[in-house]
Antibody, heavy 122, light 106 residues
Framework: EVQLVETGGGLVQPGRSLKLSCVAS????????MSWTRQAPGKGLEWVAS????????YYPDSVKGRFTISRDNAQNTLYLQMNSLRSEDTATYYC???????????????WGQGVMVTVSS | EIVLTQSPTTMAASPGEKVTLTCLAS?????MYWYQQKSSASPKLLIY???SLASGVPDRFSGSGSGTSYSLTISSMEAEDAAIYYC?????????FGAGTKLELK
């Protein structure tokens, strides 16, 4: 059974940093791209970052580029999201996803973790 | 960035009723993906590559469309289908989600 368990959320002041972790199990982690997607309270979904299975390439939207860094440790089956210079608009539930497929489209998000809440406030 | 417009924003359906949700893209995309999110839960993949049913998803769900117009259909509404449904495009970077359609049980 595929499981994705996120940790590391909490309350943080604007301008500070936070690092999220996602421990994966139930599949061969180093065979899959992985991503982070977030959801502000009462709002829709926003893609945050993706990483290839080797970790050699990473992708971000403009809203977090230069502030967030996605990385992975394939030996530990763990995905990370380092978030720096946090803003109030980064307040959201952050979901880790396993990405599958590829071809005409990039891999899509098939399994989602339960999410971890990040609140940016003074 | 490709904008996905979902309609309706909110709707209610009776048990057994056929439901069709629409997602319009501002530019042509290769495929559409659909997710279901029940209150306080994480999103669940329903449809990938426009019309392929994800594992474990009841066959009353189906997807169709091409180019800029896509739809998700529930052939016969059940109480457990009350949720918010999101479409997703991956063709163009950044990946973008629609704002969602809230489906309620009448």
């Amino acid at each position: 059974e595929v499981q994705l368990v996120e940790t590391g959320g909490g309350l943080v002041q604007p301008g500070r940093s936070l690092k999220l972790s996602c421990v994966a199990s139930g599949f061969t982690f180093n065979n899959y791209w992985m991503s982070w997607t977030r959801q502000a309270p009462g709002k829709g979904l926003e893609w945050v970052a993706s990483i290839t299975n080797s970790g050699g390439s990473t992708y971000y939207p403009d809203s977090v580029k230069g502030r967030f860094t996605i990385s992975r440790d394939n030996a530990q089956n763990t995905l990370y999201l380092q978030m720096n210079s946090l803003r109030s608009e980064d307040t959201a539930t952050y979901y880790c996803t396993r990405d599958v497929g590829g071809g005409y489209d990039p891999p899509f998000f098939d399994y989602w973790g339960q999410g971890v809440m990040v609140t940016v406030s003074s | 960035e490709i904008v996905l417009t979902q309609s309706p924003t909110t709707m209610a359906a009776s048990p057994g009723e056929k439901v069709t949700l629409t997602c319009l893209a501002s530019s042509s995309v290769n495929y559409m993906y659909w997710y279901q999110q029940k209150s306080s839960a994480s999103p669940k993949l329903l449809i990938y590559y426009t019309s392929s049913l994800a594992s474990g998803v009841p066959d009353r769900f189906s997807g169709s469309g091409s180019g800029t117009s896509y739809s998700l259909t529930i052939s016969s509404m059940e109480a457990e289908d009350a949720a918010i449904y999101y479409c997703l495009q991956l063709t163009s970077t950044p990946p973008t989600f629609g704002a969602g359609t809230k489906l309620e049980l009448k």
